[in-house]
């Protein structure tokens, strides 16, 4: 509205984070540590099955612990399943349990099933109610893996779809000649990359309050990434209406995709209803430990990309194939959908005129896959990228030049077979990440190398090598998926103009700083001072559906929506309207699913494109490597907040180095051996990259707010296919599947 008189002052400025102060004093509310007084306490169990059928579950013991308050199971759940995308998961696992669920509720398909929740005077007396549950199972076959899964022989973990296989979802691309492209190549690229599982590692482990509001309403104070998804899969499972079910989201530390899915959400809200059923209306609290945490929630999927590339002799794509499989574990989560960004992203940002591709993904007893930033990304693009890089060393082209050769244009036609959304910008990026990084100059010396701050490494054993990649991201949810967010603004004064406003939107601030720059665009839409702009977030008693803060989405969307709610409401302070409200729901161009057979479709209405370049040094005594340079390039549109930009940017290096280097989730027939930070080894201060050189070019997105794209995926997916490379280029050996520990690259070297 004024925003059209006044120069901007808010949007593409760094102010300092309202929730700042709180954050560093220790005085913000997470759930774990908003705990009211007179709280029960409760404590999930686990099936600890990979595969098995319950036979009994004894819970008389547990009910006669010492301050134990009440013990629910399967029995107690109105409608025994859930999940985001398809039912195919049991609230809890109990003896024949039927009718209430679409899947078999008496089969644990994934040690972190739950069968019972305890809840208890104190945390100490519902372990000790869960410890005293008995319950017998019978023992079913595993499929630890992919391998196994899709044996003739192998059992059916999910008969109820129908199939007679583990793959139960595929998507296929059949673009041009294939033959022809085969043909019209002079040289082809082969190979098989493995990429793996990742643990999200948030700072704050899941944790909520459940109680009954003044309204009546059941309500769950926890952490997540869409309230108005939590209600409705809350609601669902307790047959109940959304109206009677309220999600409150408190200060979040951390999500990455990671609580996306329920995990305690639905079970603390039929705790609450069903002791206020009996008249027990103290609220209820639950945290999980680390461990459970690592055990009890979905990872990054792991899978396997068999690809083959083909070219001219002058570096030009002619042909590629190649079968995507992910391991979706026990259940769906979102593995459906990030399969179908994993089969978008294969082909990457190129021209790819013949093209056969099959994905699928695949059920197995082990932890699910589901959403972590990139949600498909960082595997396509390993794949593709490593491709490119092999293929540009066989002709020896500069890979930066093959690359350049290859890219997507405005008015090119995509892997879908349809014109890719306007605003294609991959040329800038390289060449922006080229000309930043000095890519045309030789390597810069690196500091002396002493990774393991003990001994100096042997003279001559330090190989120095750089790598490239580039990429592209998806903004928004794809597939035909009907986007929208909503916000609401309320105009506030008794002048001519006004003085202060208020903005409810539902949007999840998972630390990224979103609620930041909410306020920021509300501020530069309605004219006003950031400081006289109050925001009222992530309540669904407060605020429309916002979507999920996932999928680069949010601040591209949110901010739509904030933009129209300002329109609006200066439209009804025109009309005289004290205080103005204004409410919009933005919904962006429509996409649709992808045609069955050949790919055919628009999946998505915009997207972010990216590069990066590595420099490393390789210990070839040790097998070490240390990642000197990051230059790290997006096109964002336009930086609502430059800080919180470069945050993104630093914070997705630092996570896409742990996928790439040290993080190692092992598993064993099924149950996770690594659940403990000890083991499980993120990076530290001392081992993430020396220099991160964030790169932030302007280019608008048509359809963004002022401009911008989603971008806080980006930096990741190009990561691991840069730093590759520039171990290829240091030692001369490539990897086809990761993390790089020291042992792995000892083993190599030889």
Not at 44 to 50: E, M
Not at 241 to 269: P, T, W
Not at 514 to 530: K, T
């Amino acid at each position: 509205m004024n925003a059209t008189n006044l120069a901007a002052t808010s949007v593409g400025s760094a102010p300092i984070r309202h929730d700042a102060a709180d954050k560093v004093i220790g005085a913000a509310r997470y759930p774990a540590d908003a705990v009211p007084a007179d709280a029960l306490h409760a404590v999930v169990v686990f099936s600890n099955r990979p595969h098995a059928r319950i036979l009994t579950l004894d819970t008389s013991a547990a009910r006669a612990t010492p301050g134990v308050v009440a013990v629910f199971t399967a029995a107690d759940v109105p409608v025994n399943e859930y999940g985001l995308t398809m039912f195919d998961q049991p609230v809890f696992v109990g003896p024949a349990d039927t009718g209430r669920s679409s899947v078999a509720a008496d089969i644990s398909r994934w040690e972190a099933d739950q069968i019972a929740m305890v809840v208890a005077e104190t945390t100490e007396a519902a372990r000790l109610g869960a410890a005293a549950i008995h319950s017998v199972w019978e023992d079913l076959p595993r499929v630890d893996d992919t391998d196994r899964a899709l044996a003739v022989d192998a059992p059916l973990l999910h008969p109820e779809n129908g199939l007679e296989t583990n793959a139960y979802h595929h998507l296929n691309i059949r673009k041009g000649d294939i033959d022809r492209g085969w043909a019209e190549a002079d040289v082809t690229i082969e190979s098989t990359y493995e990429v793996p599982h990742q643990e999200h590692a948030f700072l704050q482990p899941e944790a909520g309050t459940s109680y009954i509001d003044d309204d009546g309403r059941v309500t769950v104070e926890c952490t997540g990434q869409w309230i108005h998804e939590d209600r409705g899969q809350i609601a669902h499972a307790l047959g109940l209406s959304d109206d009677e079910v309220r999600v409150i989201y408190l200060a979040i530390g951390g999500a990455f995709g990671g609580k996306e899915d329920m995990s305690i959400q639905i079970v603390l809200a039929l705790a609450a209803k069903k002791l206020a059923e009996h008249g027990e209306h103290r609220p209820v609290h639950c945290r999980w430990s680390r461990e459970e945490s690592i055990v009890g929630h979905h990872k990054r999927h792991r899978g396997r990309i068999n690809a083959r590339l083909g070219a001219t002799s002058d570096g030009i794509i002619t042909a590629l194939e190649a079968e995507v499989t992910l391991d979706s574990g026990g259940y769906n989560y979102t593995s459906n959908k990030v399969l179908g960004n994993a089969h978008l992203s294969v082909a990457g940002p190129y021209r790819v005129p013949n093209a056969v591709i099959h994905s699928q993904a695949v059920y197995t007893t082990t932890v699910p896959g589901g959403a972590f930033r990139g949600f498909g990304g960082p595997q396509g693009a390993f794949a593709i990228e490593c491709q490119l890089n092999k293929l540009a060393a066989e002709l020896d082209i500069d890979p930066a030049e093959i690359r350049r050769r290859n890219a997507l244009h405005d008015g090119d036609i995509g892997i879908t077979q349809s014109v890719l959304p306007q605003g294609v910008t991959a040329t800038e990026v390289i060449d922006a990440c080229v000309a930043r990084s000095g890519w045309e100059a030789p390597l810069r010396p690196a500091a002396p190398f002493n990774p393991i701050a003990s001994l100096p490494a042997e003279t001559g054993a330090i190989r120095r090598g750089r790598g490239f990649a580039a990429g592209y991201k998806n903004v928004g949810f794809s597939f035909g998926f009907p986007e929208r967010s909503e916000a609401e603004i309320h105009l506030h004064g008794d002048g001519d103009t006004p003085d202060r406003a208020d903005l409810f939107h539902g949007g999840s601030d998972v630390g990224q700083g979103a609620h930041l720059a909410f306020r920021q665009i509300a501020a530069d839409a309605v004219g006003l001072a950031l400081e006289a702009v109050t925001g009222h977030f992530s309540d669904t008693a407060t605020s429309g559906d916002s979507g999920s803060a996932s999928a680069s989405r949010l601040t591209f969307m949110a901010g739509n929506s904030i933009l129209g709610a300002a329109e609006e409401a200066d439209k009804a302070w025109r009309d005289g309207q004290r205080p103005a409200v204004g409410r919009f729901r933005y919904v962006p161009p429509p996409t649709e699913p992808l045609n069955p057979e050949t790919g055919a479709g628009t999946p998505n209405f915009s997207y972010g494109y990216m590069a990066t370049e590595a420099e490393v040094s390789v210990d070839t005594g040790t097998g070490h490597i240390r990642v000197d340079r990051i230059v790290s390039t997006h096109d964002v549109g336009k930086a609502i907040n430059p800080a919180l930009v470069r945050g993104q940017i630093e914070g997705a290096v630092v996570q896409a180095h742990g996928y790439t280097l040290s993080e190692n989730l092992q598993l064993s027939e099924g149950h996770v051996t690594t659940p403990r930070l000890s083991s499980y080894l993120i990076p530290g201060i001392g081992d993430i990259p020396e220099v991160v050189d964030s790169v932030i070019l302007e280019l608008a997105d048509p359809l963004g707010p002022y401009g911008a794209r989603g971008m806080a995926e980006m930096p990741y997916i190009t990561y691991a296919p840069a730093v590759i490379a520039a171990v290829h280029d240091a030692t001369g050996v490539w990897f086809d599947s990761f993390p790089l520990t020291p042992a792995k690259v000892l083993a190599a070297l030889g």
